[in-house]
């Protein structure tokens, strides 16, 4: 399971609130970007659906496991990534959606990615059933700009402030995601990014370059482009299996791109940009068990001509 690294003394407030059964049912997630609010928005609303007993999120319930995979539908993103801020009427759907019970969890949770860019009156309007919500409902607001708040929204949250990672900490992340960079590399990309490890993360992979069959795969799959697919795959059955791995692996960091992209963040490449605009969370996640399947089958030692036939089927599958 995805965790939050470092901010201690706020995972220990809310374990504490957790276990005293006394949650707020609006918080304000406050942090510049990469600093975790999205994972912590992702446990946060776990811990809220989840059914184990104690220790909340347990990770492996269905109701954690539709959570952490994006497809819980009582966890609703209130947000047009289209517009460039988010209007009252966007508000106004979601606090109408308030007074439906929930679908299937304990709560039913709206996240709002981008608090901040509520214009004045969407922030009224949420202020509105943020005062007196039904006892279900919870608000879990993002933001790296809380001053653009209003002064009333802020005093009804609980503001949850993350705070930078220790060089250690930051630095050993960076090390499990980046194993061929040196460590100096790493530690200056802890001291760019102010110890936030989303920043350190994209100034690592900045200057990495998509490889031409990524882009070309990114095309075939947001356009729904089964021919186009195999035509790609084919000629990579002749690669060895380690050059099939990192293309396979930066596949599925473009689909997770694409499906932050559905959650409205802005996403590094315009390859999971195109991906995002035209498939959905559940067709992304498919094709990524299917890579993860076919990257197993690789160390597995099985040859990457089957591989590569395997993967045209299942990717294909969904068509
Ligand atoms: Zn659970």
């Given at each position: 399971?995805?965790?939050?690294?470092?901010?201690?003394?706020?995972?220990?407030?809310?374990?504490?609130?957790?276990?005293?059964?006394?949650?707020?049912?609006?918080?304000?997630?406050?942090?510049?970007?990469?600093?975790?609010?999205?994972?912590?928005?992702?446990?946060?609303?776990?811990a809220m659906q989840c059914s184990a007993g104690s220790r909340r999120p347990c990770g492996t319930c269905l109701p954690c496991r539709k959570v952490l995979d994006g497809v819980h539908p009582d966890v609703i993103t209130v947000d047009a990534p289209e517009k460039k801020t988010v209007t009252v009427e966007t508000v106004r759907r979601a606090r109408a959606d308030v007074y439906v019970k929930p679908n299937e969890g304990r709560r039913k949770i709206y996240l709002f990615p981008r608090a901040q860019d509520m214009n004045p009156a969407a922030q009224n309007a949420l202020l509105k059933v943020i005062?007196?919500?039904?006892?279900?409902?919870?608000?879990l607001l993002l933001t790296d700009a809380a001053e653009r708040l209003l002064p009333t929204i802020r005093s009804r949250a609980v503001t949850l402030q993350l705070s930078p990672l220790s060089e250690p900490v930051c630095v050993e992340a960076l090390r499990r995601r980046f194993p061929d960079k040196p460590r100096e590399a790493l530690a200056d990309a802890w001291v760019r990014s102010g110890g936030f490890l989303g920043q350190a993360e994209q100034l690592l992979t900045e200057g990495e370059a998509l490889a031409g069959e990524t882009l070309r795969f990114a095309d075939c799959f947001a356009g729904r482009d089964p021919l186009g697919l195999t035509e790609l795959l084919v000629p990579m059955e002749r690669l060895r299996s380690e050059q099939l791995l990192p293309l396979l692996?930066?596949?599925?960091?473009?689909?997770?791109?694409?499906?932050q992209v559905r959650v409205g963040l802005p996403g590094k490449w315009e390859a999971a940009r195109k991906i995002g605009r035209s498939r959905t969370t559940a067709d992304c996640l498919n094709a990524v068990r299917s890579l993860q399947r076919a990257e197993e089958l690789l160390q597995g030692n099985v040859l990457p001509g089957s591989v590569c036939g395997a993967l045209q089927v299942w990717l294909n599958s969904a068509e």
């Open positions: 399971m995805q965790t939050l690294l470092g901010n201690e003394r706020l995972k220990t407030a809310l374990a504490a609130a957790f276990a005293a059964d006394k949650l707020s049912h609006c918080y304000l997630l406050a942090g510049p970007p990469g600093s975790g609010k999205h994972t912590l928005a992702r446990i946060l609303s776990a005062e007196e919500p039904p006892d279900y409902a919870a608000f692996r930066q596949w599925t960091e473009v689909l997770s791109q694409a499906m």
